[in-house]
């Protein structure tokens, strides 16, 4: 199941999903920028308990796919998309749905570590809860806040500093940090945009790790540059291409074991062989 | 041996060979420095050195002295910098939410295509004269803020600020007593300071971090989500820094408080009632009849003045160099 | 089914109908019960008071709406807009009505042509708007500032290359001296130029005293805002420079200061637009006079911002719409030179 350049879109689809968690579809999608076309049509369907992993070479349109699936696209002055995006068969682009509220359900966590500041580790990790409304009794709050850091592979290394500002931890520690802020929500979906690429290879492990507890519970996206990363990680695999003066497309999709052995396109056998990219 | 070993561990003096033209630069520049320090420093001097033949002529009764009466000589600046502080603090009272308000709009509300007509806006604002606010304050508002300054003394008068010795209940109340009071001064002062301290906040906000927007945006956060947990407290030296710098501006300011004020000298907290006096107003006002001796006391007068806003001055630039945001930006 | 175009961006909105619905029915329902409460039940008076009244409650009454339907994140977050979205309001209403009040009251006097070409030299205050002008205080206003400029802005802007090409531990201590004295209220460096040059040295008020207390206003300003924007020349162009073997002079004319010349230039425009309007210490140094004068060493000199005070307070009808004439054609002048430095900066961006 794979579709080129020159074929009618094809929607792809995985094997066959667990029913339990929530699953993500993206229709017909399209990206522009200021007037200029970065994304054509593509779709995809990113199944519930498993790790997507966008693959492509850089400008490919992954991230902005990416931070479509999410909403976040939109805030960025003069981006503009078209299609469709369905969590549990419901297009988060309908006119009456709160932005808020979908970005509750599907987080991110971003390429650079971004805890905030002025708040200490431990309200860092409940940050999102208070941001949307949730009102916490202490014992609840400290709760949470274990579990949270937990899943995130990072209580052990913080539990006697919880009060420490979130900008006093590593690289790697704060990104893991952001890993639990964003559980805190309870999402359906997790998306990460090159989580380690600004990590050391120690702390890239951990977080590998991680992705891989959390993918039992819930739906997880990941884009990546790193294709051992991708091979490591992932359950199935979208390739990415965008051509000279194109804009972005998905050449091919599959199981990640498919993607990475067979490959059925020759431009995704080259660029999993390190040809380009 | 064991010397030329040492000589090599030593950092080397360096003869900069400066070449001729370039020594008559850097002297030539070196003294315009000079003497701009030294004029400018003269000035400060001059008016701090005219406090001791105040002290001399008056005592320290100068400084407790609530009346300003040339004629019999009592001179004194109790009231007047009582006076000074009510405007000023009116102004801001009034200013700092409307700058705050107008910095976030125009940083986090406004349609990007509006936005750098808004930025305009608030310099604009910023360089029309103060006499013109002045008129404005005297003509234009004077009337209606003695509504409101009627309206506050009816309805708060269990604050004392809020009360007159005059009916506000009558009838036919006493409108001349709501009027040319540190209230409506303070008023049209605010207008001064609110574009000051508007740039700077609305400059700092928006150099609040993407990244941080967008974690919190990412999390579910709504707009003022956004703002409480990164753009205010990512600002808060700069709202800091601002507001000082409006107060700064407030005290020094004179044409607008000289238009709408009558002079009285009296030590007073009921702001909404007729008459006040301020350093500034004070000078513009009795510099013309004065003897020498209280030549001297005005000037003493205008260096507690100066005392003052440079005190401001300098808090205010020491919040906005230490935020994250201050590096490389100027007030 | 509709037929929806792939290939065309699809509009994507943050509102929902619920946010237009609950801000449209609490902007009505606040007016009719405000108009019915101050008009019927309480009587009070005041457009202000009524306009206040409204906005409060449909503030509260937009919250409210918004509590049955909204979570409460919403609902703070709506309430909160509001509140912004007024006070910016007022901010802007106020500027406007500062303005408009000016050209209105000012009209009268404005159109006639007799406002630009005469002075006030042997017209009687009361005289009508036909008679009498203001071209003796703008001419005043020219040459003072013009003698400023030509004092403060050398002046100052050897000082920033002092401070920024030379540096130093002496220009430390002279840019603190600088910056402290951008705090010094402006009637104070009238009083001080008063004090020293008229009492002490007997000089008349003429316009060159009122020169110099405008001078000693603008220096710090200008020697401040000079040394930012040398500073921001890159300093890589500095080292481009001497590594070709041009000396410091040579640098600092050849390369900082062509590179940093419009914004010298917009700091030298906002200088002058500044000083344009400065009143205080003009009012201690100068005399305002009546008549036409154009040499700044003998006799005083009117001004603008002077002719503005003495006329709105004299209280004579005619010479009160002359005063507005002259601080419309005031604000004209400061908005143009304010103009001017936005297309000067534009400029700048475009050709970079």
């Known amino acids: 199941m794979t579709s080129t350049l020159l074929d009618p879109p094809v929607e792809a689809t995985a094997p066959a999903p667990f029913a339990e968690a929530s699953h993500l579809e993206a229709r017909a999608v399209s990206a522009w920028y200021a007037g200029h076309k970065v994304l054509a049509r593509v ?54 749905r709160r932005v808020n509220d979908t970005r509750r359900r599907i987080g991110m966590v971003f390429q650079k570590p971004n805890p905030f500041p002025a708040m200490s580790i431990g309200d860092n990790v409940v940050a999102g809860l208070k941001l949307t409304g949730a009102r916490l009794k202490r014992s609840e709050r400290d709760a949470v806040i274990q579990r949270c850091l ?30 639990a802020r964003s559980l805190a929500v309870d999402p359906d979906v997790l998306l990460m945009d090159e989580p380690c690429s600004a990590l050391d290879p120690t702390s890239t492990l951990r977080i590998e790790e991680t992705i891989h507890e959390l993918a039992a519970t819930m739906t997880i996206v990941i884009v990546t540059h790193n294709m051992q990363q991708a091979a490591r990680v992932s359950d199935s695999c979208a390739f990415f291409l965008a051509t000279e003066g194109n804009p972005g497309v998905i050449v091919e999709y599959g199981t990640t074991d ?20 | 041996m064991d010397g030329s070993a040492s000589a090599l561990d030593e950092p080397r003096n360096i003869d900069q060979g400066l070449s001729r033209s370039d020594r008559v630069f850097v002297t030539s520049a070196r003294s315009v420095g000079v003497f701009v320090f030294v004029l400018v420093a003269a000035i400060g001097l001059f008016l701090g050195y005219q406090a001791l033949p105040t002290l001399h002529h008056y005592g320290f009764r100068f400084f407790t002295e609530t009346q300003w009466v040339p004629e019999r000589n009592i001179v004194g600046l109790a009231a007047v910098l009582l006076g000074t502080v009510e405007v000023a603090l009116i102004a801001l009272a009034v200013g700092f939410p409307l700058a705050l308000f107008t910095a976030l709009f125009v940083s986090e509300y406004a349609p ?71 209230f409506i001064a303070g008023l049209a002062v605010s207008m001064m300071v609110i574009p000051l301290a508007a740039a700077i906040m609305r400059g700092v906000f928006a150099q609040a971090p993407l990244g941080e927007r967008e974690a919190a945006k990412a999390l579910g956060a709504t707009r003022w989500g956004v703002i409480k947990t990164v753009v205010l407290p990512f600002g808060r030296r700069g709202i800091i820094g601002g507001t000082m710098l409006a107060l700064g501006r407030a005290l020094g300011e004179t044409i607008a408080v000289a238009l709408i004020i009558s002079p009285a000298f009296e030590i007073k907290w009921h702001v909404l009632s007729v008459g006040t006096a301020t350093v500034s107003a004070l000078i513009a006002g009795r510099f013309g009849e004065a003897t020498h001796a209280q030549l001297s006391a005005l000037l003493a007068a205008g260096f507690v003045l100066f005392a003052m806003t440079l005190g401001v001055n300098t808090v205010a630039a020491v919040f906005v160099n230490r935020s994250r945001s201050g590096e490389g930006s100027e007030i | 089914m509709t037929v929806v175009d792939l290939d065309r961006p699809r509009p994507v909105s943050t509102r929902t109908f619920d946010d237009y619905a609950a801000l449209g029915g609490a902007a009505v329902g606040s007016l009719a019960t405000v108009w019915l409460l101050y008009s019927r039940v309480f009587a009070t008076q005041g457009a202000l008071g009524f306009i206040v009244c409204w906005y409060v409650g449909f503030i509260a009454l937009y919250a409210a709406v918004s509590a049955f339907t909204q979570p409460r994140v919403t609902v703070v ?130 316009g060159l005293a009122a020169s110099i207390a405008l001078a000693v206003t603008m220096l710090p300003v200008v020697a401040r805002s000079a040394e930012v924007v040398l500073k921001v020349v890159p300093s890589g162009l500095r080292e481009a420079s001497l590594a070709l073997g041009a000396s410091k002079w ?36 100068s005399g305002a006079s009546t008549f036409f004068n154009t040499n700044p060493t003998h006799d005083p000199m009117n001004s603008l911002p002077l002719y503005i005070f003495t006329a709105v307070r004299s209280g004579e009808t005619n010479f009160v719409a002359r005063g507005y004439g002259a601080a419309a054609f005031l604000v004209l002048l400061v908005l143009g030179l304010f103009a001017l430095t936005r297309v000067l900066a534009r400029g700048r961006l475009e050709s970079k």
Request: aromatic share 8%.
């Open chain 1, 43 to 96: 779709s995809l369907t990113m199944p519930g308990n498993s790790v997507t992993a966008l693959i492509g070479p850089s400008g490919c349109g992954k991230s902005t796919f990416l931070r479509i699936l999410n909403r976040m696209h939109e805030t960025t002055p003069g981006a503009q998309m078209a299609g469709e995006v369905l969590l549990d068969g419901e297009d988060i682009y309908a006119a009456g």
């Open chain 1, 150 to 179: 937990s899943r995130a592979g990072l209580w052990n290394e913080v539990k006697d500093r919880l009060d420490r500002a979130g900008s006093s931890l590593s690289g790697g520690q704060q990104q893991r940090l952001c890993i």
């Open chain 1, 258 to 277: 498919q993607v990475f052995h067979a490959p059925v396109d020759p431009r995704t056998n080259d660029y999993v062989n390190g040809r380009f990219g």
């Open chain 2, 112 to 182: 990007a295509r509006v936005r750098t007509a808004c930025v305009s806006l608030i310099d604009l604002m910023a360089a029309v004269p103060s006499i013109i606010y002045g008129l404005w304050g005297f003509f234009l508002l004077q009337p209606r803020a003695m509504l409101v300054a009627r309206f506050l003394a009816q309805h708060f008068s269990f604050i004392p600020f809020f009360r007159v010795d005059t009916d506000p209940n009558a009838a036919a109340w006493a409108q001349s007593k709501f009027t040319a009071s540190a």
């Open chain 3, 77 to 206: 977050d709506r309430a909160i807009s509001a509140v912004v979205h007024g006070g910016a309001a007022v901010v802007g209403i106020a500027l406007a009505t500062t303005i408009g009040y000016v050209f209105v009251k000012g009209w009268p006097a404005l159109h006639h042509l007799n406002f630009y070409t005469q002075d006030m030299g042997g017209v009687r205050p009361t005289a009508p708007l036909t008679q009498g002008g203001v071209r003796h205080a703008v001419v005043g206003s020219a040459i003072e500032v013009g003698l400023a400029v030509v004092m403060a802005m050398p002046l100052g802007v050897a000082t920033a290359v002092y401070m920024a090409e030379v540096g130093g531990r002496l220009s430390n201590a002279v840019r603190t001296v600088i910056e402290a004295m951008t705090a010094l209220p402006d009637i104070l460096a009238g009083l001080f130029v008063y004090t020293v040059l008229i009492i002490g040295l007997h000089w008349e008020r003429t």
């Open chain 3, 250 to 285: 040579q640098t600092t004319t050849g390369v900082v200061l062509p590179t940093a010349r419009s914004g010298l230039a917009t700091s030298l425009i906002i200088g002058i637009a500044r000083i344009t309007g400065e009143t205080a210490p003009l009012l201690i140094v």
